[in-house]
Structure formats: structure tokens, C-alpha cells
């Protein structure tokens, strides 16, 4: 799959309501009952959270609700048979990540073909993913992590939210890199992975820079060590690159 359709399906049809902006859809009076937006991921993650915040913002245009509904389940491809089996009448749009587009290559079979049954309207959001650990974890860079990590092989957990979604493959690819021997635990969403990081239950996570983690990192519940984009973000002045901790962890943007 090149780069431009990848990016072009990184939110396939997550502002597809945006299409219902132009002339002709008003001209119909769209929508004439309320719109349900689907989320293949669970509630309180940044994709959940980016998708109520449009899904406010486009009530508001249009008199008429738009309902985010959560349908969880094999990477988020439940969400996306619902929507591409959907009468086409723009009442039920879907609202996804990169997910979708690692789905279709991470599975053999799936009931549906992205690339030819989606039509990518646009994007509307673009964030790295973030390397973050317990604050009662006695390290504060990559460099220290690993050297930890390597002393106990075995013993330290990396949790993800959800098999196969980027924070996942981000975190896979780390422990290729680094040969650190560490137990995956697999969350329904990030939003259930937090208390448990907070806690010092899992010891590792990388995550999207949404929202709800840049919230815990600022007030210090958390400590993000490195981000994957290719320069620090505004928002972590102080947290380095991973390419600048020295390991080029994942896709630059999610």
C-alpha cells in the first residue's frame, strides 16, 4: 500500500459528515434524522474523544444530532462491516484510525476491502504516539528503560489498547529493536489501561497523544520518555524524540 493512500485512509471517512456541509447536501436538508457515528474503539481514548467533540460541533451546524456510538471489536472492523453494510444514505458514518488500515494488512480474510469499499472524505486530526511508564518506575529516559527492562527479563508487562491498533505495533517493534523480553497485555481501549499504568499494575505503554494521557503526563500521573513524531511536540517541550533517544519506534503520525 503506498504512503499517500495510507495517509488518504488514516481516518477513512473519519470526517465523512463534512461532506455534508457542501451546497448540495443542504439543499437536501441533510441529515432529516439524526446521524449515529460509529467508533470502532472504546470510549475515553483520543479517537473516541476527537469523534464527540465533532460529533458536538456538527449537532450544533445542523439541528440534528450526531450520535457516537462505540462498536468495539477485531480491531475495530466490526465498526467498519456495520458502516460499509449501512444503506449509503450518510444517517451512519464511521469515524476510525489508523486501524483500519492496519487491519488490512494485519488480517488474511476480512468481509470487507478498504480500499475499494471506502471513500476517504478527509482528515481532521494528526498525533504521534507516546512512550509513557508509572511515575513509581525508577527510570526517566528510553536509555534508562531499556537497561531496567533487560535486567528482568520477563518480568516487566507492556499493556496496549487493543491487538493490532499503532500503540500496539509501536510497542512491538520497541521490543524488536531493543530485544527487551516483556509480557504483552492487551486493554479494550486506552482509557482502561490508565488506572492500572497509574498504579504500576502494567509497566509500559505507548499511546496517542491525545487528550486524556496529555492530561495525565501534565499533571505528573504518568511519565512520557519519548514521542514518535519526527520533532518534540509543543505540548512535551521537555520529552525527546525517539529517533533522539536513539530508536525510531513506529510511524512518525498516526
Known sequence: MSHSRR????????AAAWAALSQTARAQSYPARPVHLLVGLAAGGPTDAAARIMAEWLSRQFNQQFIVENRTGMGGNL???????????????????PN????????RKLPLNVLQDAAAIGGMMRFPNVMVVPVSLP??????????AKARP???SMASSGVGASPHLSGELF???????????????????????????VHMLFDNLGPPL??????GKLRALGVTSAKRVPE??????MVEAGWPVSPPLC
Not at 465498526?79 to 444517517?91: E, I, K, R, T
Not at 451512519?92 to 484510525?97: D, E, K, Q, R
Open 175 to 201: 521490543k524488536f529493536m531493543t530485544g527487551i523480553d516483556m509480557v504483552h497485555v492487551p486493554y479494550r481501549g486506552a482509557a482502561a489501561v490508565y488506572p492500572d499504568l497509574i498504579t504500576g499494575k
Open 154 to 156: 520477563g518480568q516487566l
Open 7 to 14: 495517509r488518504a485512509l488514516r481516518l477513512a471517512a473519519a
Open 139 to 148: 527510570v526517566k529516559t528510553v536509555a534508562e528503560f531499556i537497561e531496567y
Open 236 to 241: 512535551l517541550p521537555d520529552v525527546p524524540t
Open 79 to 97: 465498526a467498519n462491516q456495520a458502516v460499509f453494510g449501512a444503506a449509503p444514505d450518510g444517517l451512519l458514518l464511521l469515524f476510525t484510525g
Open 100 to 107: 483500519t488500515t492496519i487491519s488490512a494488512n494485519l488480517y
Open 214 to 219: 496529555l492530561e495525565l503526563v501534565q499533571s
